[in-house]
């Protein structure tokens, strides 16, 4: 897509959904603050998993630590809002260039699983921690304003949107990119691959981080259980890759249809919805390995064909 | 005396987590698959077993064979129509797909099982031995065997009869294996097939053990993966060692830090492993 169109959708959906709120429907704002952070998360697993391929599943940890860190500012402390949301942004961008360094030494399914290992480490440490409130969690102050809540969410997945946006134009994102496609190659080169794919993650570390120090203050409660959730990494995962990625658009569309999918489905038939949600992302990996981004090229490449082409490229 | 006993229970808990890595680690070495839907596969024969047991009055241990077949069944049929289509591609989809599995199966049980705790309790299920002052559970004990049993019969298959040869050499090079005669479409099920059976087997002995719930699977897919990694991919027998390293493992910090650290040192094992060691042999079946 040209980078002038990338720029002139962001815009003009940026400024639709911020009328959102103007409609009053409680509902939909809620929805909404749902939706955008968690595009929010796909978006930023998208800088590092989309662009160099290295699949995290450690992104979570950086989620919970910014829920933490803006909780136990504020309840513990009584700091300002924005100053935990800082600390936590910052524990989180500490974290991820210490854990970097010799974490993303590994390759594929190795870095994969060693992310997976450290986000079902860092959740059995945090409940284990008195000053956070162990196992019971930590009761933010209330505050009522979800239109707040979706306007930060909105400015956050549109800093996020253009960072990415900047990255698939810059130099920077080629090299993450060099590094996606054959890393020796790219390492041999010039790339700094290490610096690259650590500046990658300290930059999804700060995105992740500061959605769950919005959510932690919107929705008031928490607990290890639901800051470190794995299950939140895997739809950022689901999400991006749905949606395409390594794209500017994909992954925050991915993550806006399937939030909506699983909502209208537990609303209509709730019992059933997990079950077809499960469907949707096999039948979607089957026919569209690449991600929904492709299908517009795709389709002008194969007509039609498309979705069959899919399966006889990929199939034994 | 404690610490005997601590160390039994480990290495005993071990075997049946050795058996839950096998069929993990047989499916990744050979297909390159990460099968995320691995501990759901576990699930399913533990409720194969327990309704074996239940509604036909088969022996538990007698029923294991039973589930290890009908899962057979399931994983061939599964990597024969669905996963082939998709094999080919990059890693990242196939987790995606075998993730997508794990939901709509578990939600499936959910639904044809309930969601109540399950036991498969016969009437030997609290006998034990005890020696030296060391409590030895019986039923821990034939799961260790049948675990070691079953890596034994995993180790000749592989290294022993023509079936296996082709399944190693699909592994090594589909391209070649295929100029030779092997149809990679029928040893990727057989595959698939096999490490579902395996997943069976550990489903049974750990439904005797533990309580069934349709959404164990989770947790027992993070485990498989640990054990897999810890014991690497290349040898059975191996994989067994890594699952009787985290049992082991994990009963020694229950006893001396609590048992809300078993996750910290699983895990983090996990870890230190990888950057200690992360260039293990991968794909050497």
Redesign the interface.
């Known amino acids: 897509m040209r980078p002038w169109l990338t720029l002139a959708i962001i815009a003009v959906a940026a400024v639709l959904l911020a009328l959102l709120p103007l409609t009053g429907d409680a509902v939909w704002i809620q929805f909404g603050i749902n939706a955008l952070l968690l595009a929010t998360c796909a978006q930023a697993w998208n800088i590092l998993g989309g662009f160099t391929?290295y699949?995290s599943f450690g992104n979570s940890v950086f989620y919970g630590l910014g829920t933490y860190g803006t909780a136990a500012a504020m309840t513990q402390l009584g700091w300002l809002f924005p100053v935990g949301l800082a600390l936590g942004a910052g524990a989180a961008m500490v974290l991820a260039l210490l854990l970097g360094i010799?974490?993303l030494?590994?390759?594929?399914?190795?870095f994969?699983?060693?992310t997976?290992?450290?986000s079902?480490?860092m959740?059995?440490?945090v409940?284990?921690i008195d000053a956070v409130g162990a196992?019971i969690g930590l009761i933010l102050p209330l505050t009522r304003a979800d239109g707040m809540f979706y306007e930060l969410a909105l400015a956050l997945l549109l800093a996020c949107t253009l960072t990415v946006a900047w990255l698939a134009r810059s130099r920077f994102g080629s090299g993450l990119v060099a590094i996606r496609e054959d890393e020796d190659a790219a390492a041999s080169m010039g790339v700094d691959t290490t610096r690259y794919k650590v500046i990658a993650l300290v930059l999804s570390a700060l995105f992740t981080a500061i959605a769950g120090g919005i959510h932690a203050y919107w929705i008031t409660f928490i607990n290890p259980a639901s800051a470190f959730d794995?299950t939140l990494n895997?739809q950022m995962?689901?999400f991006a890759?749905f949606g395409g990625?390594g794209t500017v658009l994909g992954p925050v569309v991915g993550a806006f249809i399937l939030s909506a999918i699983y909502e209208v489905l537990a609303s209509w038939i709730s019992?059933?919805a997990?079950?077809l949600?499960?469907?949707?992302?096999?039948l979607a990996?089957?026919f569209t390995?690449r991600g929904l981004a492709d299908i517009f090229g795709g389709v002008r490449r194969h007509g039609a064909a498309y979705l069959l082409q899919n399966?006889r490229?990929?199939?034994? | 005396m404690l610490l005997a006993q601590i160390l039994v229970n480990g290495i005993l808990l071990g075997g049946l987590y050795g058996l839950m890595g096998l069929g993990m680690a047989l499916v990744w070495g050979v297909l390159n698959i990460v099968n995320l839907a691995h501990g759901s596969f576990i699930m399913l024969g533990g409720y194969a077993v327990f309704y074996l047991f239940t509604l036909a009055g088969i022996d538990p241990l007698a029923a294991l064979p039973i589930a290890m077949a009908m899962l057979f069944v399931f994983g061939w049929l599964l990597q024969r129509f669905v996963l082939n289509l998709i094999v080919r591609s990059e890693l990242l989809n196939t987790l995606l797909i075998t993730f997508g599995l794990d939901v709509v199966i578990t939600y499936l049980a959910q639904y044809l099982f309930t969601a109540d705790f399950r036991t498969i309790n016969p009437s030997y299920a609290g006998a034990n031995i005890t020696a030296a002052g060391v409590t030895v559970p019986l039923l821990l004990l034939a799961a260790f065997l049948i675990a070691l049993l079953l890596a034994g019969a995993l180790w000749l298959l592989l290294n022993r009869l023509p079936l296996g040869r082709a399944i190693r050499a699909t592994a090594q090079n589909l391209v070649a294996a295929r100029l030779y005669g092997v149809d990679p479409r029928s040893v990727y099920a057989l595959t698939f097939g096999l490490g579902a059976a395996l997943a069976a087997a550990a489903g049974g002995l750990y439904g005797i053990t533990a309580h069934l719930t349709p959404y164990i699977g989770v947790t027992l897919t993070a485990k498989s993966f640990v054990i897999a990694i810890i014991g690497g991919l290349d040898n059975p027998f191996h994989i067994v060692l890594g699952g009787i390293v985290l049992g082991v493992a994990e009963s020694l910090t229950a006893l001396y830090l609590g048992p809300t650290y078993t996750d910290v040192i699983s895990f983090g094992l996990l870890v230190v492993v990888l950057v200690v060691r992360p260039r293990r042999a991968l794909r050497a079946a």
Request: charged share 10%; aromatic share 6%.
């Open positions: 391929g699949v010799p974490i030494r590994l390759r594929g399914p190795y994969a699983i060693a997976l290992g450290l079902a480490a959740a059995a440490v409940s284990n196992n794995p895997v995962v689901i890759v990625p019992t059933a997990a079950f949600f499960g469907l949707v992302i096999v990996v089957i390995p399966i490229e990929n199939r034994l």
